[in-house]
């Protein structure tokens, strides 16, 4: 099985920061990795897929990076509506997902 | 626009098994070519892909669950379902429906319904 290892598992940032988060794939795959942003009480959304694409409608302060092994999902200039937990996913095998992030106020 | 709604009991006893059904309108399964999966969140923990099935009614299981789960689609309904068997607490979890387009590299899940939570208690 593949896993993917997200880190950290929680930070505080403020508004304004720039935010990293990364992922690293047991084994390559290629650019097979999609970012997920999580609210509480809601279902995730979509924001990146194929490692660098951004998905319809997503601010382009969101971006991702890499491939192979590690992957970074980065906030360019963190807004109010950007705390919430955010969720890598593999999709070279079976989906898969990382542990999640938590970005809370600083 | 495409919209998904989960529906089923919210409370199932233990080794019983658990049946949701997900509506979804804005778009014709049977038109294809997406995908529609299944995937779970035990309350305050990360993400569970269970089942994706393609709208010909090929299906893809997680292999950890693969005797226990089972997803099936509807046509004349528009909608697709998931049965998981011999539930226990552990399978206590908002689950969600959710769209994996065709036209996007890998599994990507771009429209998800808006969850349900089902507890497994006697």
């Known amino acids: 099985d593949i896993q993917m290892t997200q880190s950290p598992s929680s930070l505080y940032a403020s508004v304004g920061d720039r935010v990293t988060i990364t992922c690293r794939a047991s084994?390559?795959?290629?650019?097979?990795v999609n970012w997920y942003q999580q609210k509480p009480g809601k279902a995730p959304q979509l924001l990146i897929h194929?490692?660098?694409s951004l998905h319809s409608g997503v601010p382009s302060r969101f971006s991702g990076s890499g491939s192979g092994t590690d992957f970074n999902l980065t906030v360019s200039s963190l807004q109010p509506e950007d705390f919430a937990t955010y969720y890598c996913?593999?999709?070279?095998?079976?989906?898969?997902f990382g542990g999640g992030t938590k970005v809370e106020i600083k | 626009q495409l919209h998904l709604q989960e529906s089923g009991p919210g409370l199932v006893k233990p080794s019983e098994t658990l049946s949701l059904t997900c509506s979804v309108s804005?778009?014709?399964?049977?038109?294809?070519?997406?995908?529609w999966a299944w995937i779970r969140q035990p309350p305050g923990k990360g993400l569970e892909w269970l089942a994706t099935?393609?709208?010909?009614?090929?299906?893809y299981y997680n292999p950890s669950l693969e005797s226990r789960v089972a997803i099936s689609i509807d046509t004349s309904k528009n909608q697709f379902s998931l049965k998981l068997s011999s539930v226990t607490a552990a399978d206590t979890a908002i689950f969600y429906c959710?769209?994996?387009?065709?036209?996007?590299?890998?599994?990507?899940?771009?429209?998800w319904g808006q969850g349900i939570l089902v507890t497994v208690s006697s």
């Open positions: 959710a769209r994996r387009p065709w036209d996007l590299i890998g599994s990507v899940f771009d429209s």
């Open positions: 804005g778009a014709s399964i049977s038109s294809g070519p997406n995908f």
């Open positions: 099935i393609y709208y010909t009614g090929d299906t």
């Open positions: 084994q390559t795959i290629s650019i097979y």
């Open positions: 194929a490692a660098t």
């Open positions: 996913q593999q999709s070279y095998r079976d989906p898969l």
